[in-house]
């Protein structure tokens, strides 16, 4: 069954209501995050800052070459797109050593749709959802508000791999816009090709007005708050554009692991171009409904066996349900 049969039957069930049983794993994923959160009310528990814009997607003559799935057809695409920022509230900091986000939903005009939730690091925090898990358990806040450290030493003690994200961003300064980092889909696919090929795939969206991170006294000196608006007048003099280039594997790298990056000097192919035209004047819009749940796009697009990737789908169909209640 694909990933998108599954989210959406997975929808339908907690629409049904308690009587069907299911197991627990999806909500256990999001009762974790509550747990370190509090109760979902309204944000996303990963992500809560935001802003909703919109545009579209073309596909490269490569990206159809190396995916028959309708999204690569080279036809305009219409996307929505969330840009976010990492952190336990809609008042992170704009300036925290953390990732900002690229979420996307691909409409075609056949009416196909594609989802996809990017992040500006190539690797993510958990090597498995149990570890996902633990790793937030582990953070729950005591009785006096704050972490117990020692349990957090433990956690991180028997699961270095979780620090290497951490690690990678504190070797960095922040983007100085939602337009200048890329974006990794951190995750691997398979992508199957015109001629029948299948390659094993990660993508990142590169920026083409080219990477620029904050200095640290730029740090210090932006505020909290500088994103939104900096996007929106950006975008106001004209489009924000990224584009989507594929990493091919090489044999001996591991596609189940997103705590480790494959090579910079893989094969890369640029398939497609996202052009950002308009910014929401606010906060939320059309994003709020939605979660963008990775998702496969058959048949040109398939999951790989990162236990990550199959893990995702199912919880942010339960926090969406949580968060719009
Ligand atoms: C075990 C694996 C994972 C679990 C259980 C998980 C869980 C979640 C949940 C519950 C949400 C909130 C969804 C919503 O309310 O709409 C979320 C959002 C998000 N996740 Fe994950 N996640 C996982 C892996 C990843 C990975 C590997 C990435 C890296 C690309 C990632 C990036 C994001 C982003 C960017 C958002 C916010 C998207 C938006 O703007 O709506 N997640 N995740």
């Given amino acids: 069954m694909s990933a998108r049969a599954l989210a959406l039957g997975f929808a339908a069930l907690l629409l049904a209501g308690p009587a069907v049983a299911e197991p627990p794993a999806p909500e256990a994923i999001v009762d974790a995050f509550e747990a370190v959160l509090g109760p979902i009310t309204t944000y996303r528990p990963s992500h809560p800052k935001g802003i909703c ?3 579209h997607f073309v596909a490269t ?5 190396h995916s028959v799935a309708p999204v690569f057809d080279g036809q305009r ?8 920022v990492a952190g336990a509230s809609p008042r992170a900091s704009d300036v925290a050593r953390s ?3 690229l979420a996307i939903r691909f409409e075609t005009s056949q009416g196909d749709q594609w989802d996809m939730a990017n992040i500006s690091a190539p690797i993510f925090g958990a090597r498995t959802p149990e570890m996902l898990v633990a790793g937030l358990l582990a953070r729950r806040p005591g009785p006096n508000g704050q972490p117990d450290a020692e349990a957090v030493r433990r956690f991180v003690e028997s699961n270095p791999e979780s620090t290497r994200q951490g690690r990678w961003l504190a070797a960095v300064t922040p983007p100085a816009s939602w337009a200048t980092t890329p974006y990794w889909g951190v995750d691997a696919f398979r992508f199957k090709g015109a001629e029948g090929q299948e390659r094993l795939v990660r993508w990142v969206f590169e920026p083409v007005a080219g990477t620029q991170r904050l200095s640290e006294e730029e740090m210090r000196a932006r505020g909290t708050d500088f994103l939104a608006e900096e996007i929106r007048r950006r975008v106001a003099q004209g489009p924000v554009e990224f584009d989507m280039v594929l990493q091919f594997a090489q044999p001996g790298d591991d596609a189940t692991d997103p705590t480790v990056a494959w090579p910079d000097d893989r094969p890369r192919a640029t398939v497609g171009r996202l052009t950002v035209t308009a910014v929401e004047a ?3 819009g059309p994003c709020d409904g939605i979660s963008f749940m990775n998702l496969d796009m058959e048949p040109g697009v398939a999951f790989s066996d990162d236990p990550t990737l199959h893990a995702r789908a199912a919880p942010y169909a339960v926090s969406l349900s949580r968060r719009t209640r």
């Fill in 61 to 65: 003559p490569d990206g159809a070459r």
């Fill in 53 to 55: 814009a919109s545009g």
């Fill in 282 to 284: 606010g906060a939320g």
């Fill in 99 to 101: 990732t900002r986000s």
């Fill in 77 to 84: 695409v219409e996307a929505i797109i969330r840009f976010g």
